[in-house]
Nanobody
Framework: QVQLVESGGGLVQLGGSLRLSCAASGRIFSINVLGWYRQAPGKEREMVATITTEGSTNYGDSVKGRFTISRDNAKNTMYMQMNSLKPEDTAVYYC??????????????WGQGTQVTVSS
């Protein structure tokens, strides 16, 4: 199993910045892709950004050019730098890991979430 713990959320004003962190533990070697997802009240959870073991990244359209995902494999930690924050970025942000079992099956692991609130 993989355990994920997020940190770094908080309250920030329009145009401000935050950096989220996600520390992974457990079966680290089995992780294929790490990612950030978010869920605002009354909305479905959406992909924000993902990063593969090789460092390939993918971003949701609404955050391209403002958010940057990165990972430090030595520290088993993933980060997301969020700049130019907008009120519509307000949500609970979740860390996700897609891992592969020894039998070759993929499974998802989720963190507990961290609240990001952007005030106008």
């Amino acid at each position: 199993q993989v355990q994920l713990v997020e940190s770094g959320g908080g309250l920030v004003q329009l145009g401000g910045s935050l950096r989220l962190s996600c520390a992974a533990s457990g079966r680290i070697f089995s992780i294929n892709v790490l990612g950030w997802y978010r869920q605002a009240p009354g909305k479905e959870r959406e992909m924000v950004a993902t990063i593969t073991t090789e460092g390939s990244t993918n971003y949701g359209d609404s955050v391209k050019g403002r958010f940057t995902i990165s990972r430090d494999n030595a520290k088993n930690t993933m980060y997301m730098q969020m700049n130019s924050l907008k009120p519509e970025d307000t949500a609970v942000y979740y860390c996700n890991a897609v891992s592969r079992t020894s039998a070759g099956y993929l499974y998802n692991s989720w963190g507990q979430g961290t609240q990001v609130t952007v005030s106008s």
